[in-house]
């Protein structure tokens, strides 16, 4: 793991990070475990067609995202979803609303740190395709694309682009 360069117990330069997953210092025993962190997106659907974000920050700047984010401690994963589409979207809803998908490893590389994630997707059918933009710090735009023409290579991250092609695309 190339960000650390000393031990954040003892600053010593000997250490190992074996198979992505610890952190070892070889000289006063630290361990740090890099586990995944997780986080929620959130397909909304109307008609035939998806709603995509397009993402304003990095990680993929530029690219195609879903709405959703990481779950803050103490927090549930439907209670994350709720939250992340308030925010982004101005939405507020249910835990009741939302269908549970699946989920899909991802790999997230954060001011050069690379965070493994497990991404919860959940599915909100929408009676309307009137949405705004309510982070555009976060949120370029919003787009809906019908099924028949998503393009997966437009989509940034590996898990979305995962979940899209097997369950949305016909």
């Known amino acids: 793991m190339s960000f650390f360069k000393f031990c954040p117990s003892c600053a ?30 959130l397909v909304f659907t109307f008609e035939d067609k998806v709603l995509f974000t397009v993402r304003n920050v990095d990680p ?3 690219k195609w995202d879903l709405p959703g984010g990481f779950i803050d401690p103490n927090e549930t994963a439907e209670e994350a979803a709720c939250r992340e589409i308030r925010e982004e ?13 699946t989920t899909s ?21 929408l009676t309307s395709d009137i949405i705004k933009v309510e982070a555009e710090d976060e949120i370029q735009e919003l787009i ?27």
């Open 12 to 41: 010593s330069t000997h250490f190992t990070f074996p198979d992505n997953r610890r952190f070892l210092c070889e000289d006063c025993e630290f361990t740090y475990y890099h586990n995944i962190a997780a986080a929620v997106a």
């Open 60 to 62: 993929d700047k530029g």
């Open 89 to 101: 979207l101005g939405l507020n809803l249910q835990v009741s609303d939302l269908k549970y998908v």
């Open 105 to 125: 490893p991802n790999n997230y590389l954060y001011k050069n740190v690379p965070y493994k994630t497990m991404d919860i997707f959940y599915e909100c059918q």
């Open 144 to 170: 809906w694309v019908k099924r028949s023409e998503i393009d997966l290579d437009k989509i940034g991250f590996v898990s979305i682009r995962k979940v899209i092609r097997e369950k949305y695309l016909k």
